[in-house]
Antibody, heavy 117, light 107 residues
Framework: EVQLAQSGGGLVQPGGSLRLSCAAS????????MHWVRQAPGKGLVWLSG????????MYADSARGRFTISRDNAKNTVYLQMNSLRVEDTAIYYC??????????WGQGILVTVSS | EIVLTQSPATLSLSPGERATLSCRAS??????LAWFQQKPGQPPRLLIY???NRATGIPARFSGSGSGTDFTLTISTLDPEDFAVYYC?????????FGQGTKVEFK
């Protein structure tokens, strides 16, 4: 069974940093792109970033580029999202997702990030 | 970026009725479109990929159609568990984008 277990969320002050983790199991992690998607309270879904199987290629939405960094450790079956210079508007539930045939086939449970003073 | 516009914003229906949801892209995405279902407090669930292929475990009452810029998700006979928010998403061009969602609610 595919599982994506997320951790690392919480409350952070504006300008602060946070690193989200997503530990995968139940599939060959190193064979899949992985992605991060977020959802602000009561709002829709926004794709943030994706990373190729071996980490050699990364893609970012404009809202993430320059402040967020996606990475992965295939030995640990884990993908990360490092978020710096956080803003109040980054408050959201953050999801990691497995890419299968180019689509988000499996999702983590989501983790809440709250940016507030 | 490609903008996906979903309509209607809200669909008020009763169990047993047919639901037809629309997703229009600002430029052609070919068949590179997916549909997701999201219930409160849960992550999205992949229903349809490549415009018309049902994902694993998705009931046959869900079907997708369309190509280019116009797409439709049809739920042939609404089950009580189908009342949720539905999103379309394109993967034809970076950045991948989602529509704003259609809420299917009880009439």
């Amino acid at each position: 069974e595919v599982q994506l277990a997320q951790s690392g969320g919480g409350l952070v002050q504006p300008g602060g940093s946070l690193r989200l983790s997503c530990a995968a199991s139940g599939f060959t992690f190193s064979s899949n792109w992985m992605h991060w998607v977020r959802q602000a309270p009561g709002k829709g879904l926004v794709w943030l970033s994706g990373i190729y199987n071996d980490g050699s290629s990364t893609m970012y939405a404009d809202s993430a580029r320059g402040r967020f960094t996606i990475s992965r450790d295939n030995a640990k079956n884990t993908v990360y999202l490092q978020m710096n210079s956080l803003r109040v508007e980054d408050t959201a539930i953050y999801y990691c997702a497995r890419d299968f045939l180019g689509y988000f086939s499996h999702w983590g449970q989501g983790i809440l990030v709250t940016v507030s003073s | 970026e490609i903008v996906l516009t979903q309509s209607p914003a809200t669909l008020s229906l009763s169990p047993g009725e047919r639901a037809t949801l629309s997703c229009r892209a600002s430029q052609s995405v070919g068949s590179q479109l997916a549909w997701f279902q999201q219930k409160p407090g849960q992550p999205p669930r992949l229903l349809i990929y490549e415009a018309s292929n049902r994902a694993t475990g998705i009931p046959a009452r869900f079907s997708g159609s369309g190509s280019g810029t116009d797409f439709t998700l049809t739920i042939s006979t609404l089950d009580p568990e189908d009342f949720a928010v539905y999103y379309c998403q394109q993967r034809a061009n970076w950045p991948w984008t989602f529509g704003q969602g259609t809420k299917v609610e009880f009439k």
